[in-house]
């Protein structure tokens, strides 16, 4: 059993920058591929970002690559999403989730979730 709890969510202009943060418990989070996703009002929840557990090549959706990058602290059971150059169509709740074993891009291929943290980019 793995829990997720995410932080860091709020209210950003367009431009600027936010750091979220997912902190996992369980004494195995290497075992686990992390991913962040986001759903916004009245859309499907949809990919962000994915990281294997040995923290190695990481993976984009194509509409934050290059904006985003996840990362992830083993020692500290920590996955981290920075986002810069934010942009309204970014507002959204965004997830933390794990996987146990190889990566996953779809919300159904995800074992565990956290509550999710309110992101709102302002234009």
């Known amino acids: 059993q793995v829990q997720l709890v995410e932080s860091g969510g709020g209210l950003v202009q367009a431009g600027g920058s936010l750091r979220l943060s997912c902190a996992a418990s369980g004494r195995t989070f290497s075992s686990y591929a992390m991913g962040w996703f986001r759903q916004a009002p009245g859309k499907e929840r949809e990919f962000v970002a994915a990281?294997?557990?040995?923290?190695?090549?990481?993976y984009y959706a194509d509409s934050v690559k290059g904006r985003f990058t996840i990362s992830r602290d083993n020692a500290r059971n920590m996955v981290a999403l920075q986002m810069n150059s934010l942009k309204p169509e970014d507002t959204a709740v965004y997830y933390c989730?794990?996987?146990?074993?190889?990566?996953?891009?779809?919300?159904?291929?995800?074992?565990?979730w956290g509550k999710g943290t309110l992101v709102t980019v302002s234009s």
């Open positions: 989730a794990a996987r146990l074993g190889g990566m996953g891009y779809s919300p159904y291929a995800m074992d565990y």
């Open positions: 990281i294997p557990g040995s923290g190695g090549n990481t």
